[in-house]
């Protein structure tokens, strides 16, 4: 039987099926062609979408540049102080930390030390290690009663030959004011209170409306971290009693005119006018309780500004 099957015509047999490479890979290659089609026309109508979403930026969602693109300068000796953020981009700043530094300068009354600078929160260090000799400032802060202090002044000669703005002696005995009508001059008395802070604590005041009580002064941002210079405020000031601050008219002050006070802000401005329309004018201060995302905490501070009339 098995001499039998082995002797068998070959064409009796079963074959196995044929291989045709070439028309695989013509499927193969349809598909992939396909497939890439249908990739480059997704990119393209997000890339428009992108566009006409944002009409005045660089780049797309698949990557590219926000920002315009600045022309590079040639490293010379510079003052930090004097560096516009298209300045610190041009000397190869990231553009978002060219705006920080610039901003940490004008709060901070102006860098004394290219210590500041390298403190910048996002600032790569290899871009400071190459700018740093060239900036126009002493490496550190001079130490306290140390040779970098002058006489009756807080700064001697810097790197360069650049001297620095004399600062006048905190005086050893500051007699109390009132903090609604303090001016730089007076804040700046206070040890630890610079002209970036006394400008903005009176900005601040300004925003408020008048501070009526001491207290805020931990809620302004520039103080949160420094529980010693508020201290040291409320120890210095005072608010004079019957003090009335500008009021927030909450039944009659617009969008516009609500959001820029600190205590309101855009969510609850647009709420309040939401609510009155709704429901009519607030009959009592305590009626705002009833948006819900008004924190008790934040209704106490809000309150003695609030007037329902």
Request: hydrophobic share 40%; charged share 20%.
């Amino acid at each position: 039987m098995a001499l039998a099957a082995a002797v068998l015509p070959p064409l009796l047999r079963p074959t196995d099926p044929a291989y045709l490479p070439a028309a695989d890979q013509r499927q193969l290659d349809a598909w992939s062609l396909d497939l890439v089609a249908r990739l480059d026309s997704g990119r393209a109508a997000s890339a428009r979408a992108y566009a006409a979403r944002y009409p005045n930026r660089r780049g797309g969602p698949s990557g590219g540049s926000r920002y315009p693109a600045v022309p590079q300068v040639h490293l010379a000796p510079f003052d930090p102080n004097a560096l516009t953020a298209v300045g610190w981009e041009a000397r190869g700043v990231p553009h978002f930390v060219a705006g920080r530094i610039v901003n940490y300068g004008q709060k901070a009354g102006g860098f004394r030390a290219k210590s500041q600078v390298q403190r910048i929160y996002g600032l790569p260090d290899s871009v400071y290690q190459r700018l740093a000799p060239f900036m126009q400032l002493p490496e550190a802060l001079p130490a306290r009663g140390g040779a970098g202090y002058a006489a009756g002044g807080r700064f001697g000669a810097g790197e360069g030959g650049r001297d620095f703005e004399k600062v006048a002696r905190k005086p050893a005995h500051v007699q109390p004011f009132d903090l609604n009508l303090a001016d730089t001059t007076q804040l700046m008395q206070i040890k630890g209170i610079g002209r970036g802070r006394a400008k903005g604590l009176v900005k601040y005041r300004a925003q408020l409306g008048g501070y009526v009580g001491e207290g805020q002064l931990a809620d302004f941002f520039m103080l949160r971290d420094a529980p010693d210079l508020v201290d040291s405020l409320r120890k210095y000031t005072f608010v004079a009693p019957g003090f009335a601050p500008r009021p927030v008219l909450v039944n009659s002050a617009t969008f516009d005119e609500l959001w820029p006070q600190p205590l309101v802000g855009k969510p609850l401005a647009r709420l309040i006018v939401a609510f009155r329309q709704q429901h009519g004018p607030f009959k009592t201060p305590d009626d705002l309780r009833q948006i819900k995302i008004l924190k008790e905490a934040d209704f106490v501070k809000l309150r003695p500004y609030i007037r329902c009339e």
